[in-house]
């Protein structure tokens, strides 16, 4: 069993920082890949920033060049760094990986969700 677990959010005022880590935990072969969506009431969940299985990070149109994405798989960590926080990035936040526990196979897990609430 694989439980993804997120720390860091909480309320800033536009503007500010946040720093949210995410850590694999359990039966983990390999990390395939990691990332960040998130979720505003009344939306739909959309990805954030990931990093593919390739190696290289995406973002979305509305988060680059404020928001980071980092990694470090030999920890099964994913972080996400973001600055000059605005009232519409307001949401849930899920880590979400693609975690092998044999050699053969992956499955895909979510974060529990941790909220990020930027006040204007």
């Known amino acids: 069993q694989v439980q993804l677990v997120e720390s860091g959010g909480g309320l800033v005022q536009a503007g500010g920082s946040l720093r949210l880590s995410c850590v694999a935990s359990?039966?983990?072969?390999?990390?395939?890949?990691m990332g960040w969506y998130r979720q505003a009431p009344g939306n739909e969940r959309e990805p954030v920033a990931r990093?593919?299985?390739?190696?290289?990070?995406n973002y979305a149109d509305s988060v680059r060049g404020r928001f980071t994405i980092s990694r470090d798989y030999a920890k099964k960590t994913v972080s996400l760094q973001m600055n000059s926080l605005k009232p519409e990035d307001t949401a849930v936040y899920y880590c979400?990986?693609?975690?092998?526990?044999?050699?053969?196979?992956?499955?895909?897990?979510w974060g529990q969700g941790i909220q990020v609430t930027v006040s204007s």
């Open positions: 990093f593919f299985s390739g190696g290289s990070a």
């Open positions: 359990g039966s983990v072969f390999r990390v395939n890949y």
């Open positions: 979400n990986a693609g975690i092998s526990d044999d050699p053969y196979s992956f499955d895909e897990y």
